[in-house]
């Protein structure tokens, strides 16, 4: 049993990299927190590769955001693997809805990409994606052979930036938002990584976006489960 726990957890952890915010960040999350013009609601990714199409479900409230993570699959109602990030303590816990059970994911402290090569231009370039008016910004990195180009807009997406430390996903198109300044508030309605040859790698795109109360309880250990740890 202990062998298949161990087994469940690094494949969790082979899914997600985590990471702490950095300590000045702390005023940002206290606003979050307090902000009645932060956003809360749920926000629908779909982000597509050259071999998968995965769904992505971020529910939103205050310093809490639960995501569910579904893979391989398509208008699919099963649900993989949940995640809970609260962002003012900096905790992080897996679910795993089919066995019932979670874990606590301790965070690693966030390290700035050793690249000092991003090249970063916020253009006029602009677009309508789900009723929001977009920008185009992109940032290239000649080193990695990548260029991502971001439509970004701004409502109070006070979680998001913030979230990205705290979760230090490896995947590009988190990595080079974040090297980008002055994003507070903004989010990408869509992403697309190309090569510096213009060959589409990957997408990231909201697919469904709404502004509603979020039950409080989703943020909860269900009490049918299970510790990892125990």
């Known amino acids: ?43 629908k ?4 590769t050259l071999n998968d199409t995965n769904y992505y479900t971020y529910h939103i409230q205050g310093n809490r955001v ?17 995640m809970i990030f ?19 994911v301790p965070p690693k402290p966030y390290i700035e990409p ?12 602009n677009k309508k994606i789900m009723g929001y008016k977009c920008y185009q910004w992109r940032v290239k990195n000649v080193e990695d052979n990548t260029e991502i180009s971001y439509w970004v807009a701004e409502d109070n997406f006070m979680f998001y930036e913030e979230l990205l430390h705290l979760w230090n996903r490896s995947e590009k198109h988190a990595v080079y938002f974040l090297q980008i300044p ?10 697309v990584e190309r090569t510096t040859l213009r060959d589409k790698k990957m997408s990231l795109e909201v697919v469904e976006i ?14 049918n489960y299970q510790s990892y740890d125990h």
């Open 1 to 43: 049993m202990r062998i298949t726990l161990l087994i469940i957890y690094f494949s969790i952890i082979s899914f997600l990299s985590f990471a702490q915010p950095n300590n000045n960040t702390q005023n940002n999350l206290n606003s979050i927190e307090n902000s009645s013009n932060s956003f809360e609601g749920s926000i």
């Open 45 to 48: 990714f779909v982000q597509k």
């Open 66 to 82: 639960k995501l569910d993570v579904h893979e391989n699959c398509n208008n699919c109602t099963g649900l993989e693997t949940s």
């Open 86 to 104: 609260d962002l003012e303590k900096k905790t992080i816990k897996a679910l795993n809805p089919s066995r019932k059970m979670y874990i606590n």
């Open 114 to 125: 050793s690249s000092k090569s991003f090249k970063i231009i916020k253009s006029n370039n």
């Open 182 to 191: 002055d994003i507070d508030g903004y989010l990408y309605m869509l992403s």
């Open 210 to 223: 709404v502004k509603k109360p979020i039950d409080k309880s989703i943020f909860e250990i269900p009490a």
